[in-house]
């Protein structure tokens, strides 16, 4: 389902003109302005942490804010069928 944003002229000429420059779609810009926004409330938020020595390190993680995961395989059968016996 999409959005509809409501922009003045002057801003959507900027927007695309940017989207132009930078060789992609508006809605692939926008996205990419969000996540670039989203990264850098996590770089401050963790430098903030650091400086009042709640962590000692900041994270590392591959790809940017995207951990690398990976699941574990546990013998038997799914924990969702567990609990859901367990409840009964």
């Given amino acids: 389902m999409g959005k509809v944003l409501d922009l003045s002229e002057e801003t959507y000429e900027r ?10 779609t508006p809605e ?11 990264q850098a409330q996590y770089y401050h938020a ?9 962590l000692a390190s900041i994270p590392q993680t591959p ?7 990976t699941p ?3 013998p038997g059968p799914p924990l969702s069928r567990t609990i859901l016996d367990d409840r009964r």
């Fill in 46 to 54: 963790n430098q903030q942490m650091l400086a009042q020595g709640i």
């Fill in 63 to 69: 790809g940017g804010t995207e951990a690398a995961f």
């Fill in 28 to 38: 692939e810009l926008i996205h990419t302005l969000l996540v670039d926004t989203e």
């Fill in 15 to 24: 927007l695309l003109a940017l989207a132009q420059e930078r060789e992609c």
């Fill in 72 to 74: 574990v395989k546990l």
